[in-house]
Nanobody, 126 residues
Framework: QVLLVESGGGPVQAGGSLRLSCTSP????????MAWFRQAPGKEREFVAA????????YYADSVKGRFTISRDSAKMPVYLQMNNLKPEDTAVYSC???????????????????WGQGTQVTVSS
């Protein structure tokens, strides 16, 4: 069983920044695709960003391009999500996910990820 633990969420004003971290105690999760999803109240789970285990493939949802950055150090954990210029519509529970090998066309589909963290709340006030 892969345990994923997120941290770094919290309240922030619009225009501010937060950095989320996703760790897996005792594991590097080499060969896994790592991703961040988010879910706001009353809305479906939404893809945010994904990164390959080498870090050579990075993908973002259009809604966060230019504001969010996903990263990981040399195919290790943790995986980070740097969120800048936050907007009220970014308010959601952000969850880290790990998935096995998959084509890049599937990175945005939460059903292709096998392991999930509990999530961390991000609340952006205007």
């Amino acid at each position: 069983q892969v345990l994923l633990v997120e941290s770094g969420g919290g309240p922030v004003q619009a225009g501010g920044s937060l950095r989320l971290s996703c760790t897996s105690p005792g594991r590097t999760l080499r060969s896994y695709i790592m991703a961040w999803f988010r879910q706001a109240p009353g809305k479906e789970r939404e893809f945010v960003a994904a990164i390959t285990w080498r870090g050579d493939g990075i993908y973002y949802a259009d809604s966060v391009k230019g504001r969010f950055t996903i990263s990981r150090d040399s195919a290790k954990m943790p995986v980070y999500l740097q969120m800048n210029n936050l907007k009220p519509e970014d308010t959601a529970v952000y969850s880290c996910a790990a998935g096995g090998a998959m084509g890049s066309d599937y990175y945005t589909y939460f059903t292709h990820y096998d392991h999930w963290g509990q999530g961390t709340q991000v609340t952006v006030s205007s």
